[in-house]
C-alpha cells in the first residue's frame, strides 16, 4: 500500500488512477518466484522420467551389442551405452545433489530421500550398480560377449524389474510433490490477487478522496472569489441604488405639483393673452416667436414623458436594490418573475440593436408562480448568468434574429417551479458541454470570461437550494438551460444531505 501510495506522488496526479489495478498487480506479485517454481518442478519431472528411458535405453544397447558380430557397429553401441550411462550418472547426482545447468535444485524431500537410501528400494546404490555394470560391460571383448555374460543379465534383469519398479516410484513421488507445489503456488496466486484486489480498492478510494478534496477546494475557491466579487458588485449597487433613489423621489414625487401648477399657469396665462395680450404688440410678438400655440400642445407631453421617465429611473432604482440583495442571509419566498424581470432591466442596454446585429428579442412565458421560498439575491444571480451566457452566444452570430425565451412553470405535483431558458445561438457542442459546469472553464476571450458564472449557479441551485441545473443543447439547435427549484427548499436539503451521507456511509 505504502508502495502504491508512493507511486501516486510520483504520478503527481490523478491519471494514475486507471492505471491502479496494473500498478498494484505488478507490485504484488513475485512474478519470478512464480515462474523458477514452474521451471524447477518441470525440470525435475521430466529428469527423473528421463531416468527411466536412459536405463531402458542403456539395457536395450547392451542387448544389441552382444547380439551383433560387427565389431565396428559393436564400438558405435559401446559408445552409446557410456553417452546414456554418463547422462544416467550426471542426471541421477544432479537430482541428489543439485546442479544448475539442469536447473536442478537438489534437497531431495524426506520421501524422495527415502527412495533412493532405504528399504525397499534403495535406488542411489541400484543406479550406482547398474551403472558400473554398464560401463563393465562396455569394456569386454568382443569374444566374451554373449547373451549369458553375467553383466548383461544383471542389466536386463535390472531394467525389466527392480530398478525399473524403483525409477518409476521416484517419477510418481516427483510427480505428486510437482503437484502439491503448483497447487501452492496457485493458492498463492489466488490469494495475491485477492491482496491487490483489496490494495487496488482501498489506493482507488483514497485517490478518490483526493480528487474530491480537490475539487470541493477549486469550488470553495471560486465560491469565495465570487462571493467576494458578488458582495462588492451587492454593495456598489445597493450603495448607487440608495444615492440615486433620494434625489428620484423628489422628481417623481414633485412632477405631478409641477404639473398641476404648470396647468395653473397656462390657464392663468390664458386670461392674460385674453384680456391683455391682444393690445399690446410686444406680447403679440412674443408669443409668435416661441410658437404658444405649439408649446401650450407639447407642454404637457413633455410633461408625460418626463413622468414616464422618472417612473422608469424608479423601476431601475427598485431593480437594482432587489438585485443587490445578494448579501442577504436568510431565505424569503419571493415571486420569481419579478427577479428575472429585474435582471432583464439591468441587461436591457445588452439586449438592444448593435451594429453588427438586431435587438434581441426576449419572449416571457410566465406560468401562474407561488412565491418561491429561496435566497432571492442568489437566485437573482443565476438568473443573470443565464441571460447573460444567452446574449453572449447570440453576440457570436452576426446578423442573427437573437431570441431569448423565458418559460416558467409549476410541475404537475406543485413540488417544483420549472424555468427554461432558451436561446436560438449557436448551441454547445458535446466536449464543451461535459466541462459546462467545472470552475474556472471558459470558451470565452481572456477579460471577457472567467468561467465562474455556471459553476457558481450550478452550487446556488444544486446545493443551497436543493435543486437541479441541467443543459439540453446541440450545436446549430441553440442552448436550453432548465432550472428546477423546490417549493420547500428546507426538505428538499435535508433529503439531499441524507443522501449524502448514506452515500458516503
Ligand atoms: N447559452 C449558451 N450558449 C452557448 N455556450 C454557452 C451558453 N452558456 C454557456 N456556454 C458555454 O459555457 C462556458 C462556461 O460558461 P460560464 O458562464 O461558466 O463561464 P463564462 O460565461 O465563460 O464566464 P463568466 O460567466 O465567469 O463570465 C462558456 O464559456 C460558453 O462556452
Ligand atoms: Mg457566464
Do not use: W
Amino acid at each position: 500500500m505504502q508502495k502504491i501510495l508512493r507511486c501516486a506522488s510520483i504520478f503527481g496526479n490523478l491519471c494514475y488512477l486507471k492505471l491502479l489495478p496494473i500498478i498494484t498487480l505488478a507490485l504484488c506479485f513475485d512474478l519470478d518466484k512464480i515462474i523458477s517454481v514452474r521451471e524447477i518442478n518441470a525440470a525435475v519431472i521430466n529428469i527423473s522420467g528421463r531416468q527411466r528411458m536412459l536405463s531402458q535405453r542403456a539395457a536395450l544397447l547392451a542387448l544389441r551389442l552382444v547380439s551383433t558380430p560387427d565389431e565396428g557397429e559393436q564400438e558405435k553401441l559401446r559408445q552409446k551405452m557410456l553417452a546414456a550411462i554418463d547422462l544416467m550418472e550426471k542426471s541421477h547426482n544432479g537430482l541428489i545433489h543439485g546442479d544448475p545447468e539442469l536447473r536442478l535444485p537438489g534437497q531431495p524431500s524426506e520421501e524422495i530421500q527415502s527412495i533412493y537410501f532405504e528399504a525397499p528400494f534403495y535406488l542411489d546404490q541400484q543406479i550406482r550398480h547398474y551403472i558400473s555394470q554398464v560401463r563393465a560391460l562396455a569394456q569386454i571383448p568382443s569374444l566374451e560377449l554373449t547373451l549369458n555374460h553375467p553383466h548383461v543379465t544383471t542389466i536386463v534383469k535390472a531394467s525389466e524389474k527392480d530398478l525399473l519398479e524403483a525409477l518409476e516410484a521416484l517419477v510418481s513421488q516427483y510427480q505428486k510433490e510437482s503437484d502439491e507445489a503448483q497447487l501452492e503456488v496457485e493458492l498463492y496466486q489466488a490469494q495475491l490477487y485477492q491482496e491487490s484486489c483489496a490494495a487496488t480498492a482501498a489506493a482507488q478510494a483514497h485517490a478518490q478522496q483526493l480528487e474530491k478534496a480537490l475539487l470541493d477546494l477549486r469550488r470553495t475557491q471560486a465560491q469565495l472569489i465570487e462571493t467576494e466579487k458578488l458582495s462588492s458588485i451587492g454593495q456598489m449597487v445597493a450603495g448607487v441604488a440608495h444615492e440615486i433613489n433620494n434625489p428620484v423621489s423628489f422628481i417623481y414625487g414633485n412632477l405631478c405639483y409641477a404639473s398641476d401648477y404648470v396647468q395653473d399657469l397656462l390657464a392663468l396665462l390664458n386670461l392674460y393673452q385674453e384680456y391683455y395680450g391682444k393690445h399690446h404688440p410686444p406680447v403679440q410678438a412674443k408669443i409668435k416667436a416661441i410658437d404658444l400655440d405649439f408649446l401650450l400642445k407639447d407642454l404637457p407631453k413633455v410633461l408625460e414623458s418626463m413622468q414616464v421617465g422618472a417612473d422608469r429611473v424608479r423601476q431601475i432604482v427598485l431593480s437594482l436594490r432587489n438585485f443587490s440583495r445578494s448579501d442577504r442571509l436568510l431565505m424569503e419566498a419571493v415571486n420569481l418573475h419579478e427577479g428575472i424581470d429585474g435582471t432583464l432591466l439591468i441587461l436591457q442596454n445588452r439586449l438592444k440593436a448593435r451594429y453588427h446585429r438586431p435587438t434581441i428579442e426576449v419572449v416571457k412565458d410566465y406560468g401562474d408562480l407561488p412565491s418561491v421560498e429561496c435566497y432571492a439575491g442568489q437566485i437573482n444571480q443565476v438568473f443573470m448568468n443565464l441571460l447573460s451566457n444567452a446574449i453572449d452566444a447570440l453576440e457570436e452570430v452576426p446578423n442573427h434574429l437573437g431570441r431569448i425565451t423565458i418559460q416558467t412553470r409549476v410541475n404537475p405535483d406543485h413540488s417544483r417551479v420549472i424555468i427554461r431558458i432558451c436561446d436560438n445561438g449557436p448551441g454547445i457542442t458535446p466536449d464543451v458541454q461535459a466541462q459546462l459546469f467545472d470552475p474556472f472553464f471558459t470558451t470565452k476571450p481572456i477579460g471577457k470570461g472567467t468561467g465562474l458564472g455556471l459553476s457558481i449557479s450550478y452550487q446556488i441551485v444544486v446545493e443551497k437550494h436543493g435543486g437541479i441545473l441541467k443543459c439540453e443543447s446541440a450545436p446549430g439547435k441553440g442552448t436550453e438551460f432548465c432550472i428546477e427549484l423546490p417549493l420547500q427548499v428546507s426538505r428538499s436539503l435535508s433529503t439531499l444531505k441524507a443522501t449524502a451521507m448514506a452515500l458516503q456511509g
